[in-house]
């Protein structure tokens, strides 16, 4: 059924119109969460995956519940969780692994690629549009927010609001 769904999702689904044009959007986003409900290897329930998210085969991806994956999302290279409550902005990517480049005798492309990395993304966490996430970041805290344009290289901690490239903490949320 994985395969199946694979071919469903990169030959239709992915292309189909945002979830929230009408009409079309609401089926957009059925077919797209019928599909990623069997190639993801856990998957909570409202699940939102917008148009043109790129997911490999699917099979390294564990979601919790009201996760929101953005409009042209990447997931390459890496091993992913996501807890409960995600919210996701527009062209994010998530970058594993990553290239050999250690032999000066040999080209940088004919090394081959490092190991995927993991990456666990805590509850309640919003991700601004076209943040980078890279290998070295293992884990964003619960509660974290990262900012639009971040390039994220270490771990996010918990209730903080990190920008910039490289991403470094601006502050972290309190109560009012």
């Given at each position: 059924?994985?395969?199946?769904?694979?071919?469903?999702?990169?030959?239709?689904?992915?292309?189909?119109?945002?979830?929230?044009?009408?009409?079309?959007?609401?089926?957009?986003?059925?077919?797209?969460?019928?599909?990623?409900?069997?190639?993801?290897?856990?998957?909570?329930?409202?699940?939102?995956?917008?148009?043109?998210?790129?997911?490999?085969?699917?099979?390294?991806?564990?979601?919790?519940?009201?996760?929101?994956?953005?409009?042209?999302?990447?997931?390459?290279?890496?091993?992913?969780?996501?807890?409960?409550?995600?919210?996701?902005?527009?062209?994010?990517?998530?970058?594993?692994?990553?290239?050999?480049?250690?032999?000066?005798?040999?080209?940088?492309?004919?090394?081959?690629a490092k190991?995927?990395?993991?990456?666990?993304?805590?509850?309640?966490?919003?991700?601004?549009?076209?943040a980078m996430?890279?290998?070295?970041?293992?884990?964003?805290?619960?509660?974290?927010?990262?900012?639009?344009?971040?390039?994220?290289?270490?771990?996010?901690p918990d209730?903080?609001?990190?920008?910039?490239?490289?991403?470094?903490?601006?502050?972290?949320?309190?109560?009012?």
């Amino acid at each position: 059924m994985r395969k199946i769904s694979l071919f469903i999702y990169y030959v239709f689904a992915r292309h189909m119109s945002k979830s929230t044009m009408p009409v079309f959007g609401k089926l957009a986003l059925r077919m797209r969460r019928f599909c990623c409900k069997r190639m993801f290897s856990a998957c909570g329930y409202d699940l939102n995956v917008e148009q043109g998210a790129y997911l490999g085969n699917g099979k390294d991806i564990r979601v919790g519940n009201h996760v929101g994956l953005g409009k042209d999302l990447t997931v390459h290279n890496c091993i992913l969780t996501i807890d409960d409550d995600l919210m996701m902005g527009e062209e994010v990517m998530i970058i594993g692994g990553g290239h050999r480049f250690d032999e000066l005798d040999k080209p940088m492309g004919r090394q081959g690629a490092k190991e995927k990395t993991e990456l666990h993304i805590a509850g309640d966490v919003w991700i601004g549009a076209r943040a980078m996430i890279l290998p070295g970041c293992k884990r964003i805290g619960h509660g974290a927010i990262v900012g639009a344009g971040a390039v994220v290289t270490k771990d996010v901690p918990d209730y903080a609001i990190v920008g910039g490239n490289p991403a470094k903490v601006i502050r972290y949320r309190t109560e009012n």
